[in-house]
């Protein structure tokens, strides 16, 4: 065995850096297996560590500008609040002595007249008695009456009152508070997961999978916060969709419903590593009970036909083809599988521009792929990372009337704007934002936020600011069991795809519900897990049925019959 020529470095290498990089190795390895075996090793961990401290380095000059920012922020606030405080101060103040003064002037006034009034009538009495005299003094009784008659006001007309109620404990406190370092110290070689998903599970019925993070000694963590990414993916592309559950206290639970049947690799990754074992191999069955087994069988999404057949034949849905008036003939495709140009791995959000381009979020890629109108690859861009500029996960994407390109990054927690060039311009929702999935944007040119795990629609200026939000996380009204996309009709209404609720709801501008619909299931006007939502010129609703593995188009004539019947109701079919 002759080592190959750069190996002659590894005889720098000190023995313990070797005994403590290869425990497993014989003490009594040839230094040639070093070369082949250990430093090929050292490099990838050194690329992969250096990279991991670059970021941080990254992320802690970001930290530091949020937080020089965020402060700032707090300052003119306060700023502003003392001015007001001041400026209201001021003005109570000048009412009040402004009355206090004026009733001052009356009396100081008043006894200067009855004064003067008083000597005259003191000279005119200590004087002559005359005829003249008495004709004055009568004269000057009179105007005393006069005088006293007027009614001076005696009684204070303002009080002197003007306290300050500054319940600032409370704020002292929360500023005590303010702002947190979030971070682990989880490494993926240590955490593992468990869980019957981990193997297995059944199409249509969410599975569970739960992740324990630990240190590097392999202690368990016991807060939460960490980033964690979960996949479960062919070489067709992504088949699953869930969400990760942060139990706060080092562990995550990830559910996720598969829609279809076959064995997959289901990949956990904590801060972009695979943890412990893996990418596991998960087996996907139908129902054991025969019962379900035939009624799925039966149905459009089954999986049963070919994909190729169901793809060319028809874009939606198939087995009712012949009730369905739409037609639906494919005009092209775009892409296949990979990493390249014109590829998609996991692809989510579309989007097309006024200027005839069809944008494409494609979320494992990192990027977003823009087509021409007529399905030809036209260009991509996207940085993969976690500072501003980069993208972690693209899911949804929209185009603003500007030009600009608005994209929904998942696992980065925030929404970025580039402009119609790709060039990076801001981001928004940073620190609000929990999972931002979709994006749209409204008739205002607002730009409309579906947080996927803060089931919140949030509605922001372009600049950034919060114009308004809705939701929560439930079944009642308003409230969302896990909102993925959403969609604006002309009338400004927002209209918003619930995943697990299996439904789609219709706000109105300012969040109000004004209908929603839909339930589980395979027939016309039932849904499996909706996903993408969009509006055509005349107002119907296109929705993406993920887990049918077809498209529904819900006419708006339907939806305001029922409206008008109804007010808030469910859509009959
Ligand atoms: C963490 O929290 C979850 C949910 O609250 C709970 O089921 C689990 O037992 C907890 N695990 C530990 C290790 O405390
Ligand atoms: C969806 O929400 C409704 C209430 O709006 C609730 O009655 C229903 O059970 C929910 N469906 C599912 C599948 O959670």
Redesign the pocket.
Known sequence: FIPPPHCSLSLSLSLSLFFSLSLSRSLSSPPSLICVCVLPQISEALVSLREILQQLTNQRALIEEDIHVSFEELHKTLDVRKSVLLMELEVTYGLKQKVLQAQLDTLLHGQGGIIDTCTQTEKALSGEASAASLQAERGLGEKLGELASQGLPFQAEENDQLDLLMEAEGLRKSIHKLGTIITTSAVASQSEASGVGLEQCIVGLPACVTITTRDKAGG?CRSGNAILSAEVCTPDGSVADGEILD?K???YDFVYTVNKEGEFSLALRLYDQHIKGSPFRLRVTRSPDPEGAKRRGKSPGSGSKKKGSRRTGSALGTSRRKENPIEDDLIFRIGTKGRNKGEFTNLQGVSASSSGRILIADSNNQCVQIFSNEGEFNSRFGVRGRSPGQLQRPTGVAVHPNGDIIIADYDNKWVSIFSSEGKYKAKLGSGRLMGPKGVSVDQNGHVIVVDNKACTVFIFQPTGKLVSKFGSRGNGDKQFAGPHFAAVNNNNEIIVTDFHNHSVKVFTPEGELLLKFGSNGEGNGQFNAPTGVDVDVNGNIIVADWGNSRIQVVSYLDIQYQRRCDGVGVLCW
């Open positions: 368990p139990c206290n080092g562990t």
